[in-house]
């Protein structure tokens, strides 16, 4: 049997010997010879079992297909309207979904929990007079979750470029 009471000739930091973290549900094995893979934060190491975790995926829905920015044009008298999907496998709490008009102009509203594989309407969005071009078109960027305070398998995709042509909402 091998002793693994060896003299060394530097004593060993505790991050080079084997010991497990525990981070949220995560028991993750580090190794000493250094073959601890990378992985994806929505990956992780359990007893030496590479565990799938669920997560939230929030993203705004274009309903075009082939996607174009007019696919994010939902206007109606009172305001513009954003639907927000959660395309991930666990269900998303509240969070913040936030239109922007121009660079210091911003609209942010709550967006209520959403369940894995659903979609909310979240509006309407005040469009600010200033930013109506003569023909009553305007361009905005959506960003749900805009705090940043979802766990997501993907942040990614969170953003996205919509487009209003006036006399055509």
Sequence with gaps: MADNN???????????KEFNVILDVLKVPLRTDGSNQKLPPHRGWTGG????LQYPDLVPVNVNQPPDPLGFCDVEENGLFITVENQGDADAPRSVT???FSPDV???????????GHHIRVGPFDIPEEQLDESGSFE???K????????ESNKENNIASGKCVGGEQ
Excluded: G, M, S, Y
Aim: proline letters at 10%.
């Design 6 to 16: 060896q003299q060394l000739d530097k004593p060993l930091l505790p991050a080079q």
């Design 49 to 52: 079992c590479l565990l799938e």
């Design 98 to 100: 936030r239109v922007t």
């Design 106 to 116: 911003f609209v942010d509203l709550p967006t209520d929990p959403i369940d894995a």
């Design 140 to 142: 905005f960027q959506i």
């Design 144 to 151: 749900v979750d805009a705090n940043d305070q979802v766990v």
